[in-house]
């Protein structure tokens, strides 16, 4: 007859003790390290020019020129700049819950939009976030331009959604292994929609101390396209054959008014009729009649 071997009390105790401890000693570590506490990275520039830099994408353009010039145009080249060249979070630093109090210097509490319109503030401190604010203040679009979703944002810091990213390391749709200055290693986020949802997000955004509600164009493509059979990707309709402009451009009304007009085909009918209630009194009338349909992935407008 078999019998279930039980483990003594004391050795249950002892053995419970030791894994408290183990959880401890990890706790004590975690909250000890400001940075993995915060999710934030361990490293943390204290200056605008060096966040510029340890993001700059420039020596991209020495062997994919025609990708380069085609980001250049594209609003991710200016996620500060809004319409006919404006720096479109002035408004907010001046005045609302995220304006810049008198006698006091910006934080990174005051640039929730950040979160996509500029993701490399995590590897800065607060006296970066000062500076920009100082810039936008004074309107400098000369440096506010500096600041933009580069080649390393997507190809590196957005390319990994389980974990960080590996340094020094360009991720594409394959490995590249003799790739110049860094190897490039495959992910299967490129191609994937959800590389955009990260920015082009579900909102709204509820971590921070001020809530705010920006995109939630990532959300309408999975409740609404994907259920209604949509197929496509985010990159199939915004990147076909590989084109980094990733229309549309808001600056560009003619291009953008083409790209609405095929996204949004609109029928119209109409029925020319006179009304006449009494004898002398003849009333033109028209009816009208419209039927808009979205070929879109996602509502317009959005973010």
Known sequence: MNKKYRLPTIVKSHR???????????LVLFLDNPALAKGE????????????????????????????????????????????????????????????KPGEKATKYNFPCFKCHFPQIKYATDLVAAEIADAVLKDDKETIRKLNISCLVC??????VHGRPEKNVIYGNKDII????????????????LLC?????????????????????????????????????????????GDHYMPPNFNNRVEFSERMRDALPMQVRTLAYSFQPKEGDVRPMVVVNTKITSKAG??????
């Not at 030791?18 to 401890?24: A, D, E, M, N, P």
């Open 41 to 100: 990275p361990e490293v943390q520039v204290n200056s605008l020019a060096e966040l510029v830099k340890m993001f700059d994408s420039s020596s991209c353009k020495e062997c994919h020129k025609k990708i380069y010039e085609q980001w250049e145009k594209s609003h991710h080249a200016r996620p500060l700049m809004g319409l006919n060249d404006q720096i479109f979070i002035k408004g907010y630093l001046v005045r609302g819950p995220l304006a810049v």
């Open 197 to 241: 949802g990260q920015c082009h997000g579900l909102g709204p955004n509820l971590e921070f101390e001020t809530p705010v509600q920006c995109a939630t164009l990532y959300g309408s493509y999975l409740h609404a396209y994907i259920p209604s059979g949509g197929t496509e990707t985010c990159q199939q309709c915004h990147m076909k054959d």
């Open 155 to 160: 190809h590196n810091e957005k390319a990994v």
């Open 298 to 303: 996602h509502r317009i407008p959005d973010g």
């Open 178 to 193: 003799d790739h110049p200055k860094t190897p490039v290693k495959k992910s299967p986020l490129l191609k994937n929609s």
């Open 16 to 26: 419970v003790t030791v894994i408290l401890i183990l959880l401890g000693m990890t």
